[in-house]
């Protein structure tokens, strides 16, 4: 039997070809590639503008930058997620404070922001945690108001919906992960998307050290232009060998969201039939991509959470234990977050795991993991 991982990205010969290409052009860094996969992107997922960064702890960064936060802000983020979100903040000087997320998305909800803003609140960080949809539209229905931003950390969210739109769509603000563990890959790589125009304009000024001519436009001139650096900016550029990727990748995605939906339903349907187990589900505002597909492990299950993931290492099957909570975490455990409550966030960082999903998952594949389920829940004491 072969090892299950949690994840295996569609990678094939397409892609092979599209960085041959590149290579032999001679123009790997930034430049037409990424153009292209900007423009691309941007349609796909019905958003005015996306400037490509370097990963999307990145894009969080230029996103912080352009809505203006900066020392003495706070933003809210949910501690339940992976730690970039909770690490954004402090790039730009301000204070992440931890809200809860509720038990069946794992999303932050109106009620738990409003039980952790506070005068200083100039932002919030919504996530897609695992690909499902956050309810943005109630989130932004609270903040603006306020006066508080709100940007979606849609790192996972590729291909989920909300509301019949793409994810981020409805965002003032949104950040994308192209890491092998999410949907689409480039190996490492970001994008920032919005519908402001100026702030397009900073970020991507801001991911090439703030010059007023991209290296791209001044290596096209014999005598390049001269340029100027108009703020202290940063090297998050993606490059052209990842962007050709991104563009293959792009391709596939709709194919992969089938797939994975089938696979996630197929998942749905056999633990629902095992006492003790509770799957992610699509919100009623919109779809998953089910980028984690986790299930609850219930004290009515006969086997606790870690001993289900042992059960299922000995089949050769790698789980990995649910999301983590940032609050819990050295780096942030003796820091100030503020004093929201985080029971939800402890019940599901303690007692969900996450199982194997990849595009090339065959339905065998998948019976083997929820054969092991099953055992699992037949064992007594
Ligand atoms: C993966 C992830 C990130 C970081 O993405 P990188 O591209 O690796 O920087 C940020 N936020 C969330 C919610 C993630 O899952």
Request: net charge negative; glycine share 8%; with cysteine.
């Amino acid at each position: 039997m072969n090892r299950l991982n949690v994840m295996r990205p569609w990678l094939g010969e397409e892609e092979v070809a599209a960085v041959s290409e590149v290579i032999r052009s001679g123009w790997v860094a930034q430049g037409p590639r990424v153009a292209e996969f900007e423009r691309a992107f941007a349609d796909k997922q019905m958003i005015a503008h996306a400037v490509a960064t370097s990963n999307c702890t990145t894009a969080l960064h230029l996103a912080l930058l352009v809505a203006g936060v900066g020392p003495g802000d706070d933003v809210v983020v949910p501690s339940f997620s992976f730690i970039a979100t909770a690490n954004a903040p402090t790039y730009v000087g301000a204070r992440p404070v931890f809200a809860d997320v509720d038990c069946d998305t794992g999303n932050l909800t109106p009620d738990t922001v409003n039980a952790a803003v506070t005068d200083a609140t100039k932002a919030v960080i919504a996530v897609d945690q695992g690909g499902v949809p956050v309810d943005l539209a109630s989130i932004r229905e609270f903040c603006e108001p306020r006066g508080i931003v709100v940007i979606e950390d849609a790192a996972c969210g590729i291909g989920s919906t909300f509301q019949g739109k793409p994810v981020g769509a409805g965002a003032d603000l949104a950040a994308w992960s192209f890491h092998p563990r999410k949907i689409l890959t480039t190996g490492e790589g970001g994008m920032l998307t919005t519908p402001h125009r100026e702030w397009a304009e900073r970020a991507r000024r801001l991911r090439e050290h703030a010059m007023s001519v991209s290296a791209a436009a001044r290596h096209a001139q014999v005598l390049a232009p001269a340029e100027e650096y108009l703020e202290v900016g940063y090297n998050f550029r993606l490059t052209d060998l990842q962007a050709a990727v991104g563009l293959v990748q792009l391709g596939r995605l709709d194919e992969i969201l089938t797939r994975r939906r089938e696979l996630a339903k197929t998942y749905g349907a056999a633990t629902s039939l095992i006492s003790g187990l509770r799957p992610v589900q699509d919100p009623v505002w919109g779809t998953a991509n089910f980028q984690s597909y986790w299930i609850e492990v219930l004290p009515e299950y006969p086997i606790s959470r870690d001993g289900l993931l042992g059960l299922l290492a000995e089949a050769d099957i790698s789980g990995r234990r649910g999301i983590m909570a940032a609050h819990r975490q050295p780096a942030f455990s003796e820091r100030d977050w503020g004093t929201a409550s985080l029971d939800n966030t402890e019940r599901l960082t303690d007692n969900t795991l996450i199982l194997p999903l990849f595009h090339e998952m065959t339905d065998a594949e998948l019976d083997r993991v929820v054969s092991v389920l099953r055992t699992g829940g037949c064992r007594h004491g």
